[in-house]
């Protein structure tokens, strides 16, 4: 591929436009892209598509068509869609719903920390993703026994909206099927002991690449390979949440060490079952005065990644006169804070805390000012009258916004 990071249909009988590369793994490489359809229909997506090399392996195609139908059946807020597979021409592409944000791995790596409420609200949402998918049933009620097998940082995406969804769904696959050790998937480090063994992925897999993702996410560190896949090291190897972060409930610490024990009968069964004990366990944080609504995970992604996303939009805007694509896309807007939604006491302190470098300034968003008796004061124009009732505009910071893909899903 040339240095021109647009490229363009992948053949001509696609109905699917490659427009530019997001990021590349060793599965593939991901892009945004179009979906045409009749009628002018088109909307942005994001593509993977499959390195050339797989191709050369006719079990392989066969194996990731598989999975990926068997991903297209899951259907769930917290999950990125699989839309459409596409195998002609020697090509193969994964169709995916495209997610305007960042991945975790991004936001971990902000020079702004995201608060302790809003990281286990991401967490949270990545529990409702996963526990869909190893719940998903086909068309005729049978369940489909899914597994994710890659859960990390890359593959949770977070969105303008401030929902966090699972991506990557490609690789998931039934645990009732065979999986041999030779094609074991993942990224070292959210891989659980019995997975490597064996080869043979089930829930409590995923459970535990989640619990390593959420003990990462609260205290920005990584955590060390040799204390999570030898099954003769010392559980307390494992130092808790809180060693790196002291406001963290020790419940919150319990809750995540549980998901992370080598041993799979030691763990939570579900991913459920870890997020009904994680938000039991950090309620205080949740309901307590601190940023942890989706509203204030949204306001971070647009205060944080908002230059990065707009300067993607007007490249892709210069790359389209002499193609004769349009592309639209919904303003870069996140809710208005209110004050009866969104509570503000002590939350600067907590906005100073999370910080360790400069960034701008949150937008500020628009609010009338009130009367003595607190109604509202409407601006009456009389075209008639010299006098006019005015009121001023005032732009309000909540100063309780957290600190700190794009579909950025690495294979």
Request: proline content about 7%; overall charge neutral.
């Amino acid at each position: 591929m040339t240095s021109n990071p647009f490229v363009r249909a992948p053949h001509a009988q696609s109905r699917f436009e490659l427009l530019l590369k997001i990021a590349s793994g060793g599965m593939g490489t991901v892009y945004l892209g179009q979906q045409r359809g009749a009628a002018g229909f088109q909307r942005l997506v994001a593509i993977k598509r499959a390195h050339p090399h797989l191709l050369e392996d006719a079990s392989i195609v066969k194996t990731l068509v598989m999975e990926a139908h068997l991903a297209s059946l899951v259907r769930h807020p917290n999950v990125v869609g699989v839309i459409d597979v596409e195998d002609a021409a020697g090509e193969l592409l994964l169709v995916m719903e495209y997610v305007e944000g960042a991945s975790l791995s991004e936001v971990n790596a902000a020079p702004r920390r995201l608060p302790i409420g809003m990281a286990i609200r991401i967490i949270l949402d990545a529990c409702e993703g996963l526990q869909a998918l190893h719940s998903a049933r086909d068309d005729e009620g049978a369940p489909l026994g899914m597994v994710h097998r890659d859960v990390s940082p890359q593959n949770i995406l977070i969105g303008m909206d401030g929902l966090a969804r699972i991506a990557d769904l490609g690789i998931a696959r039934a645990y009732a099927m065979h999986t041999s050790t030779s094609v074991v998937r993942g990224k070292p480090g959210y891989l659980a002991p019995e997975y490597l063994r064996s080869g043979r992925a089930t829930p409590r897999t995923d459970v535990f690449a989640l619990g390593v993702v959420a003990w990462e996410t609260l205290t920005r560190q990584r955590l060390a390979r040799t204390a999570l896949e030898t099954d003769a090291a010392d559980p307390s190897m494992i130092a808790p949440p809180s060693a790196f972060r002291a406001a963290i409930p020790q419940a919150v610490d319990d809750a995540i060490l549980k998901a992370i024990e080598r041993s799979p009968q030691n763990r939570y069964a579900t991913v459920r079952d870890f997020a009904e004990a994680l938000e039991e366990a950090a309620r205080p944080a949740l309901e307590g005065p601190q940023p942890s609504s989706r509203v204030y995970v949204a306001q971070y992604i647009s205060d944080v990644f908002g230059p990065k996303l707009r300067a993607r939009r007007d490249m892709l805007r210069e790359s389209t006169p002499a193609s004769g694509v349009e592309i639209a896309f919904d303003e870069l807007e996140v809710p208005d804070a209110t004050p009866s939604s969104m509570p503000t006491k002590n939350l600067k302190r907590e906005l100073e805390s999370a910080t360790t470098a400069p960034v701008p300034a949150p937008p500020r968003s628009r609010i009338v000012k009130t009367a003595a008796a607190g109604v509202v004061v409407l601006v009456v124009a009389a075209l008639a009258l010299s006098t006019a009732l005015g009121i001023a505009q005032m732009r309000s910071e909540p100063s309780e916004l957290g600190a700190s893909p794009a579909n950025s899903s690495h294979l």
